[in-house]
């Protein structure tokens, strides 16, 4: 590829949004260790719902299972706002933790939350989301900090632990979402071998996909990282395109191609998958053809950063 370039490859759609460039990098990637049959279903689950794995919208969990390869098609909190910010009449979700040493008082008749902040705020003992829509009335979900206790135990232990306000207001933020937008989604909803045996297998280079409407299940999936780890990771992403020889508006070309938005809409976690992309152009651009073996690799260490 020309230093002064942006190459696109393969880029006629072929089911849905993705080209077939794309859903062999998903297939080798994101759901690495899916039958094709699970493939199929998850790229069904993608279009269906509108869901971009490249923005971390979804993911794909691969684990072994009694009955063999089992997959778990799971949804971050970009994907549940992403989800309501098409619904008509979205006016936004505000979700908050209350502190033991904070003041709260919630009016379930009128839907009235009154939460003043106290210092020092002592440990956490609740929280609450208000979901607002056009035409609609506030839906306010208030939950106490005992309700998800058993989730530091669960699949996902390691983030509830680690990151417990931040997973403990999503977790509050995707109920609200789902109520007040009419998300329909399936909690935790396991995918094994048997049970794709009727969707069509997926192929190289052949697509065939028989629509049908997939269940999508939840999972805890995202961490919450400081700004100036973003700024880090932009300053890398800089670095890679002046070593690709692309200029700004090129690489802002690139972003809007790939990413499907504009460069300062990106989060953390969307600016860390465009450097792996990077770093593919980069490795692509002496041999002038496609190895997907070195990205499979690093999308692996990237998933495990980002799910665990």
């Not at 504009?262 to 860390?272: C, D, H, I, M, S």
Request: hydrophobic letters at 35%; proline letters at 3%; aromatic letters at 8%.
């Amino acid at each position: 590829m020309s230093k002064n370039q942006v190459t696109n490859v393969n880029t006629q759609a072929v089911v849905g949004n993705f080209t077939q460039s794309e859903l062999d990098t998903i297939k080798q990637t994101i759901a690495k260790g899916t039958t094709n049959e699970q493939f199929s279903l998850f790229v069904q689950t993608c279009v269906n719902s509108g869901l971009n794995p490249f923005l971390n919208h979804v993911h794909c969990i691969v684990y072994d299972g009694k009955a063999g390869p089992t997959m778990s098609i799971q949804i971050a909190v970009e994907g549940i706002l992403f989800l309501a910010r098409k619904t008509e009449g979205y006016k936004g979700i505000d979700a908050q933790i209350v502190h033991e040493n904070d003041e709260f008082k919630f009016n379930a008749a009128k839907k009235e939350v009154v939460h003043e902040i106290g210092f020092p705020r002592g440990k956490i003992i609740g929280g609450y989301a208000i979901a607002k829509r056009e035409g609609f009335d506030d839906v306010v979900v208030v939950m106490e900090s005992t309700e998800v206790e058993h989730m530091k135990k669960g699949r996902n232990s390691t983030m509830w632990n680690q990151w417990f306000s931040d997973m403990f207001k999503k977790h509050i933020m995707k109920r609200a979402a789902k109520i007040q937008y009419g998300i329909e989604i399936a909690e935790d909803e396991p995918v094994t071998s048997a049970a794709t045996e009727s969707v069509s297998s997926y192929q190289s280079g052949r697509v065939d996909i028989t629509p049908s409407t997939a269940q999508i299940t939840v999972g805890e999936t995202e961490v919450i990282d400081p700004d100036e780890e973003l700024k880090t990771k932009w300053t890398e992403v800089y670095g890679k395109t002046e070593k690709l020889g692309w200029n700004r508006n090129q690489t802002s070309d690139y972003i809007k191609t790939k990413m499907k938005k504009n460069p300062k809409e990106l989060t953390l976690q969307e600016v860390v998958g465009l450097l792996k992309l990077l770093d593919f152009e980069l490795k692509q651009q002496p041999a002038q053809k496609e190895n997907f073996d070195d990205l499979t690799h690093e999308f692996e260490e990237f998933k495990q950063e980002t799910l665990l």
